[in-house]
């Protein structure tokens, strides 16, 4: 992905780490350039990277809802009680709270394959027969929720994520250290990376930093 982006770097002159009083300057010169909407759309890896992100990993994880009236939710697939009848609906009383698996949905089997446990950005790039009803308000992901409810800065957050992503990309080496073996994931609200036995000392998640090379 490193290469896909920094392919598309616009040419600049200019840098902040290029002028002789930056503490940067011994380093190859790194551009300052801005990248368009145009050239963030034409980044189609980029974009395949960040939706299998958002797929893999929602930071918002559980959506919550409470029924106005009794009502029914109709189930995509028929499914067992425990008494042993088949049902393809479960009644919802009014004032009902129902969780909805947001993560769950982003990793079901059904919806995305028998891959759907693996990290693969390649799925949103070979054209895939549409398995059941979508959901999702954006990419048929339920990241950003769904419905009269949904996300309303879904775009803004997507153009914002791919920008601050090729920046950080195209201008630094990211590297992977020791600790990133006690990574996990808590839910605060949201989901954030934690280190194991760490947990107090709130999101981490640590990586070594370097400049990026420029051939
Ligand atoms: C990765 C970033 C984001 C994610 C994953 C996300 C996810 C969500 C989700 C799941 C909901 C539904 C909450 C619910 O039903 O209880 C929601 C609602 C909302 N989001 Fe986002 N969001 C993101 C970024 C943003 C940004 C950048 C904005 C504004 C610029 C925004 C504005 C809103 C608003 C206003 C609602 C409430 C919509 C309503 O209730 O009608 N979100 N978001």
């Not at 309303?152 to 997507?158: H, K, N, V």
């Not at 947990?199 to 400049?211: D, F, H, N, R, T």
Request: charged share 25%.
């Amino acid at each position: 992905m490193e290469a896909h982006i920094r392919s598309r770097r616009p040419p600049s002159s200019t840098s902040p780490f290029s002028s002789s009083s930056s503490p940067y300057s011994s380093q190859s010169p790194v551009s300052c350039a801005e990248f368009t909407v145009t050239d963030l759309e034409n980044m189609p890896y980029t974009q395949a990277v960040l939706k299998e992100i958002l797929r893999f990993h929602p930071v918002v994880f559980h959506n919550y809802r409470q029924a106005g009236r009794d009502d029914v939710i109709p189930l995509s697939k028929p499914i067992k009680t425990k008494s042993g009848k088949v049902i393809g609906e479960i009644p919802i009383a009014k004032g009902t709270r129902v969780v909805l698996a947001i993560a769950a949905y982003n990793r079901d089997p059904d919806v995305w394959g028998e891959d759907s446990h693996t990290f693969n950005p390649d799925r949103w790039l070979t054209p895939r027969s549409k398995r059941g009803s979508s959901v999702g308000v954006y990419s048929n992901l339920l990241t950003f929720s769904g419905g009269l409810r949904s996300c309303l800065g879904w775009r803004f957050a997507l153009y914002e994520m791919q920008a601050f992503l090729v920046e950080l990309v195209s201008n630094f080496e990211f590297a992977i250290t020791e600790d990133i073996k006690k990574l996990r994931r808590e839910p605060c609200i949201v989901m954030v990376p934690v280190l194991e036995g760490n947990v107090e000392k709130g999101a981490q998640l640590p990586l070594k930093i370097s400049l990026a090379r420029r051939d």
